[in-house]
């Protein structure tokens, strides 16, 4: 099996900005065990052993991007991914 980039996929408009300080902190002498090619190619590998062949994938409600896209309609979230006050009193869906 090949791994691939859609050229025609539309951009990817999530932006993180993360800061590592901490975990530093609880553990300054970390190494990873594995490279994100290592990393990529067990995903790959993972997927095939389990014969996984769902074309609509990306479909799933359960994908992250899928939920917090129904928080935001709901009005649960705000453009930066903050719960709204008033959502706090509801139950996530």
Do not use: C
């Not at 190619?41 to 409600?61: C, T």
């Amino acid at each position: 099996m090949e791994t691939n980039i859609n050229p025609e996929a539309a951009p990817d408009q999530r932006s993180y900005q993360v800061d590592f300080s901490y975990y530093a902190s609880l553990a300054p002498k970390h190494v990873p065990q594995m490279t994100l090619p290592q990393a990529v190619a067990g995903l790959r590998d993972g997927l095939q052993a389990m014969d996984f062949a769902d074309p609509n994938f990306r479909e799933s409600a359960l994908m992250r991007l899928k939920v917090l896209q129904a928080h935001k309609t709901a009005g649960r979230l705000d453009g930066q991914l903050q719960w709204l006050p008033d959502a706090k009193k509801e139950s996530p869906a």
